[in-house]
Protein backbone atom coordinates (compact mmCIF):
# COMPACT_ATOMS: atom_id res chain seq x y z
CA UNK A 1 0.00 0.00 0.00
CA UNK A 2 2.71 2.42 1.15
CA UNK A 3 4.35 1.83 -2.32
CA UNK A 4 1.28 2.27 -4.51
CA UNK A 5 1.26 5.89 -2.26
CA UNK A 6 4.27 6.95 -3.07
CA UNK A 7 3.81 6.26 -6.49
CA UNK A 8 0.69 8.41 -6.53
CA UNK A 9 2.53 11.07 -4.91
CA UNK A 10 5.63 11.05 -7.51
CA UNK A 11 5.54 14.57 -9.64
CA UNK A 12 5.28 15.01 -13.16
CA UNK A 13 5.37 18.31 -14.62
CA UNK A 14 5.12 20.27 -11.29
CA UNK A 15 1.63 17.69 -10.63
CA UNK A 16 1.54 14.40 -8.71
CA UNK A 17 0.39 11.34 -10.41
CA UNK A 18 -2.13 11.05 -8.44
CA UNK A 19 -3.68 14.31 -9.09
CA UNK A 20 -2.98 13.92 -12.86
CA UNK A 21 -5.33 10.38 -12.72
CA UNK A 22 -7.80 12.25 -11.19
CA UNK A 23 -7.86 14.79 -13.36
CA UNK A 24 -8.02 12.30 -16.44
CA UNK A 25 -10.78 10.56 -14.92
CA UNK A 26 -12.93 13.89 -14.33
CA UNK A 27 -12.58 14.44 -18.07
CA UNK A 28 -13.63 11.04 -18.95
CA UNK A 29 -17.05 11.60 -16.73
CA UNK A 30 -17.44 14.88 -17.80
CA UNK A 31 -17.36 14.13 -21.72
CA UNK A 32 -19.78 11.52 -21.06
CA UNK A 33 -21.76 13.40 -19.16
CA UNK A 34 -21.90 16.03 -21.53
CA UNK A 35 -22.26 13.80 -24.23
CA UNK A 36 -25.32 12.35 -22.32
CA UNK A 37 -26.98 15.76 -21.91
CA UNK A 38 -26.63 16.55 -25.57
CA UNK A 39 -28.69 13.69 -26.50
CA UNK A 40 -31.40 14.36 -23.63
CA UNK A 41 -31.07 18.26 -24.72
CA UNK A 42 -31.64 17.24 -28.27
CA UNK A 43 -34.37 15.22 -28.15
CA UNK A 44 -36.26 17.42 -25.63
CA UNK A 45 -35.87 20.14 -28.47
CA UNK A 46 -36.78 17.70 -31.08
CA UNK A 47 -40.07 17.29 -29.55
CA UNK A 48 -41.10 21.50 -29.63
CA UNK A 49 -42.34 21.74 -33.03
CA UNK A 50 -42.16 25.02 -32.98
CA UNK A 51 -38.26 25.56 -32.49
CA UNK A 52 -36.99 25.50 -36.33
CA UNK A 53 -34.03 23.62 -37.30
CA UNK A 54 -31.51 26.49 -37.99
CA UNK A 55 -32.28 28.02 -34.35
CA UNK A 56 -31.93 24.26 -32.81
CA UNK A 57 -28.43 24.13 -34.14
CA UNK A 58 -27.93 27.34 -32.76
CA UNK A 59 -28.53 26.81 -29.00
CA UNK A 60 -27.48 23.15 -29.24
CA UNK A 61 -24.06 24.80 -30.01
CA UNK A 62 -24.15 27.09 -27.01
CA UNK A 63 -24.52 24.89 -24.89
CA UNK A 64 -21.93 22.59 -26.23
CA UNK A 65 -19.94 25.43 -25.27
CA UNK A 66 -20.90 26.09 -22.20
CA UNK A 67 -20.87 22.34 -21.27
CA UNK A 68 -17.08 21.68 -22.40
CA UNK A 69 -15.67 25.75 -20.61
CA UNK A 70 -17.62 24.05 -17.70
CA UNK A 71 -15.64 20.79 -18.21
CA UNK A 72 -12.34 22.41 -18.27
CA UNK A 73 -12.77 24.41 -15.21
CA UNK A 74 -13.72 20.90 -13.20
CA UNK A 75 -11.16 18.96 -14.60
CA UNK A 76 -8.30 21.83 -14.13
CA UNK A 77 -9.52 22.12 -10.13
CA UNK A 78 -9.50 18.35 -10.01
CA UNK A 79 -5.59 18.21 -11.14
CA UNK A 80 -4.77 20.67 -8.35
CA UNK A 81 -4.98 23.90 -10.30
CA UNK A 82 -6.11 27.25 -8.60
CA UNK A 83 -9.59 28.22 -10.68
CA UNK A 84 -10.02 31.26 -9.03
CA UNK A 85 -7.68 33.30 -10.87
CA UNK A 86 -8.83 31.16 -14.34
CA UNK A 87 -12.79 31.62 -13.85
CA UNK A 88 -11.79 35.48 -13.00
CA UNK A 89 -9.84 36.27 -16.09
CA UNK A 90 -12.37 34.44 -18.62
CA UNK A 91 -14.95 36.51 -16.67
CA UNK A 92 -13.38 39.79 -17.55
CA UNK A 93 -12.09 38.13 -21.50
CA UNK A 94 -16.51 37.50 -21.04
CA UNK A 95 -17.10 40.99 -20.21
CA UNK A 96 -14.96 42.46 -22.78
CA UNK A 97 -16.51 40.47 -25.39
CA UNK A 98 -20.01 41.59 -24.14
CA UNK A 99 -18.97 45.35 -24.29
CA UNK A 100 -17.32 45.19 -27.76
CA UNK A 101 -19.90 43.07 -29.25
CA UNK A 102 -22.73 44.56 -28.04
CA UNK A 103 -24.81 45.41 -31.24
CA UNK A 104 -23.40 41.50 -32.39
CA UNK A 105 -24.84 40.28 -29.46
CA UNK A 106 -28.01 42.29 -30.01
CA UNK A 107 -28.61 41.32 -33.49
CA UNK A 108 -28.01 37.55 -32.69
CA UNK A 109 -30.78 38.23 -29.85
CA UNK A 110 -32.93 39.96 -32.08
CA UNK A 111 -32.84 37.04 -34.64
CA UNK A 112 -33.10 34.55 -31.80
CA UNK A 113 -36.55 36.25 -31.16
CA UNK A 114 -37.77 36.56 -35.03
CA UNK A 115 -36.76 33.16 -35.44
CA UNK A 116 -38.16 31.62 -32.37
CA UNK A 117 -41.60 33.81 -32.70
CA UNK A 118 -41.95 33.55 -36.59
CA UNK A 119 -43.77 37.38 -37.32
CA UNK A 120 -42.92 36.74 -40.77
CA UNK A 121 -40.74 34.12 -43.28
CA UNK A 122 -39.45 34.25 -46.46
CA UNK A 123 -41.09 35.49 -49.29
CA UNK A 124 -43.69 37.34 -46.90
CA UNK A 125 -44.53 41.01 -47.69
CA UNK A 126 -43.73 43.32 -44.48
CA UNK A 127 -43.25 46.79 -43.81
CA UNK A 128 -40.80 48.21 -41.02
CA UNK A 129 -39.27 51.55 -40.22
CA UNK A 130 -40.55 52.73 -43.65
CA UNK A 131 -39.19 49.84 -45.08
CA UNK A 132 -41.52 47.74 -47.62
CA UNK A 133 -40.64 44.43 -49.19
CA UNK A 134 -39.92 40.88 -49.63
CA UNK A 135 -38.18 38.95 -46.97
CA UNK A 136 -35.51 37.23 -48.98
CA UNK A 137 -33.21 36.35 -46.02
CA UNK A 138 -33.19 35.80 -42.59
CA UNK A 139 -29.94 35.16 -40.35
CA UNK A 140 -28.88 35.75 -36.81
CA UNK A 141 -27.63 39.57 -37.86
CA UNK A 142 -30.18 40.78 -40.01
CA UNK A 143 -32.74 40.44 -42.60
CA UNK A 144 -32.71 41.03 -46.08
CA UNK A 145 -35.38 42.60 -47.73
CA UNK A 146 -35.75 43.45 -51.42
CA UNK A 147 -37.82 46.38 -51.70
CA UNK A 148 -40.36 47.02 -55.30
CA UNK A 149 -38.03 49.16 -56.65
CA UNK A 150 -35.11 46.54 -56.61
CA UNK A 151 -33.18 47.38 -53.56
CA UNK A 152 -31.88 45.18 -51.12
CA UNK A 153 -32.06 46.18 -47.73
CA UNK A 154 -30.01 44.46 -44.87
CA UNK A 155 -32.12 45.41 -41.81
CA UNK A 156 -30.35 44.71 -38.28
CA UNK A 157 -32.60 42.13 -36.25
CA UNK A 158 -31.65 44.05 -33.11
CA UNK A 159 -34.13 46.76 -34.55
CA UNK A 160 -36.53 44.86 -36.51
CA UNK A 161 -37.34 42.30 -33.30
CA UNK A 162 -38.06 45.79 -31.44
CA UNK A 163 -40.34 47.77 -34.11
CA UNK A 164 -43.92 47.62 -35.67
CA UNK A 165 -43.85 45.11 -38.38
CA UNK A 166 -47.07 44.56 -40.73
CA UNK A 167 -47.12 41.51 -42.69
CA UNK A 168 -49.59 41.70 -45.69
CA UNK A 169 -49.00 38.12 -46.06
CA UNK A 170 -49.97 36.26 -43.25
CA UNK A 171 -53.88 36.36 -44.43
CA UNK A 172 -52.68 35.83 -48.42
CA UNK A 173 -54.78 38.94 -49.37
CA UNK A 174 -54.17 42.47 -48.93
CA UNK A 175 -56.87 45.84 -49.46
CA UNK A 176 -56.42 48.37 -51.93
CA UNK A 177 -57.90 51.76 -50.72
CA UNK A 178 -58.53 54.74 -52.64
CA UNK A 179 -60.09 57.90 -52.26
CA UNK A 180 -61.81 60.23 -54.75
CA UNK A 181 -63.70 63.08 -54.78
CA UNK A 182 -67.28 63.68 -56.75
CA UNK A 183 -69.16 67.11 -57.79
CA UNK A 184 -72.05 67.91 -55.16
CA UNK A 185 -74.01 67.87 -58.12
CA UNK A 186 -73.41 64.42 -58.82
CA UNK A 187 -75.83 61.82 -57.26
CA UNK A 188 -74.56 59.66 -54.88
CA UNK A 189 -75.57 56.66 -56.59
CA UNK A 190 -74.27 57.10 -59.95
CA UNK A 191 -70.38 58.00 -58.39
CA UNK A 192 -71.07 54.81 -56.49
CA UNK A 193 -71.83 52.95 -59.82
CA UNK A 194 -68.84 54.54 -61.63
CA UNK A 195 -66.48 53.40 -58.62
CA UNK A 196 -67.85 50.08 -59.25
CA UNK A 197 -67.70 50.07 -62.65
CA UNK A 198 -64.10 50.66 -62.34
CA UNK A 199 -63.70 48.01 -59.95
CA UNK A 200 -64.76 45.31 -61.86
CA UNK A 201 -62.92 46.43 -64.85
CA UNK A 202 -59.70 46.16 -62.54
CA UNK A 203 -57.67 42.61 -62.89
CA UNK A 204 -56.65 40.78 -59.91
CA UNK A 205 -59.33 41.89 -57.78
CA UNK A 206 -61.01 39.49 -55.29
CA UNK A 207 -64.94 39.17 -55.68
CA UNK A 208 -64.84 37.76 -52.10
CA UNK A 209 -64.71 39.95 -49.72
CA UNK A 210 -66.92 42.16 -52.33
CA UNK A 211 -65.58 45.60 -53.33
CA UNK A 212 -66.88 48.62 -50.56
CA UNK A 213 -67.74 52.04 -52.05
CA UNK A 214 -68.52 54.32 -49.05
CA UNK A 215 -69.34 58.15 -48.84
CA UNK A 216 -66.57 59.42 -46.14
CA UNK A 217 -65.99 62.93 -45.92
CA UNK A 218 -68.05 66.08 -46.88
CA UNK A 219 -65.12 68.64 -48.40
CA UNK A 220 -65.74 72.20 -48.73
CA UNK A 221 -66.37 71.85 -52.51
CA UNK A 222 -66.92 68.58 -53.07
CA UNK A 223 -67.64 65.08 -51.56
CA UNK A 224 -65.01 62.51 -50.86
CA UNK A 225 -65.42 58.54 -51.47
CA UNK A 226 -63.53 55.48 -50.60
CA UNK A 227 -63.54 52.61 -52.80
CA UNK A 228 -62.20 49.39 -50.92
CA UNK A 229 -61.16 45.82 -52.45
CA UNK A 230 -58.97 43.12 -52.19
CA UNK A 231 -56.58 41.56 -53.83
CA UNK A 232 -53.74 38.83 -53.62
CA UNK A 233 -50.21 40.54 -51.99
CA UNK A 234 -48.66 39.45 -55.34
CA UNK A 235 -51.14 41.56 -57.54
CA UNK A 236 -51.52 44.52 -55.00
CA UNK A 237 -49.32 47.20 -56.90
CA UNK A 238 -50.89 46.16 -60.09
CA UNK A 239 -54.17 46.39 -59.19
CA UNK A 240 -53.34 49.39 -56.92
CA UNK A 241 -52.55 51.13 -60.18
CA UNK A 242 -54.89 49.80 -62.62
CA UNK A 243 -57.62 51.04 -60.17
CA UNK A 244 -56.28 54.67 -60.34
CA UNK A 245 -56.89 54.84 -63.85
CA UNK A 246 -60.07 52.65 -64.15
CA UNK A 247 -61.94 55.45 -62.17
CA UNK A 248 -60.91 58.40 -64.07
CA UNK A 249 -62.27 56.47 -67.22
CA UNK A 250 -65.20 55.17 -65.09
CA UNK A 251 -66.29 58.67 -64.02
CA UNK A 252 -65.48 60.03 -67.24
CA UNK A 253 -67.93 57.78 -69.14
CA UNK A 254 -70.64 58.33 -66.39
CA UNK A 255 -70.50 61.48 -66.79
CA UNK A 256 -69.13 62.53 -62.93
CA UNK A 257 -67.05 65.01 -62.24
CA UNK A 258 -64.06 64.28 -60.30
CA UNK A 259 -63.75 67.45 -58.72
CA UNK A 260 -60.48 69.46 -56.84
CA UNK A 261 -59.89 72.18 -54.69
CA UNK A 262 -60.55 75.49 -56.48
CA UNK A 263 -61.91 79.50 -55.48
CA UNK A 264 -64.35 81.08 -57.59
CA UNK A 265 -63.61 84.70 -57.76
CA UNK A 266 -66.76 86.83 -58.48
CA UNK A 267 -66.22 90.89 -59.70
CA UNK A 268 -68.90 92.96 -58.76
CA UNK A 269 -69.25 95.92 -60.73
CA UNK A 270 -71.13 98.99 -59.18
Known sequence: MGNITDILKTSL?????????????TLLVCLVAVRLLMKLVTKLMGRARRIN???QKIVLSAIKAVLYVLTVIITAEALGVNTTSLTAIMSVLTLGI????????????G????LSSRPFGIGDVIETAGTEGTVREITLNHTKIETYDGQIIMQPNKELSSSRIINYSTLGRRRVVRTVTASYDAPTEAVKAACLEAVAAT??????PAPDISLTTYGSSSIEYTVRCWT?????WGAYHALNENLRSAFERNGVEMTYDHLN????EK
Request: glycine share 10%; no cysteine; aromatic share 4%.
Open 13 to 25: GGYSLGNILSAIV
Open 53 to 55: DRL
Open 98 to 109: TLAAEDILGNVA
Open 111 to 114: GLVI
Open 203 to 208: PKVLSD
Open 232 to 236: AVDDY
Open 265 to 268: VHVM
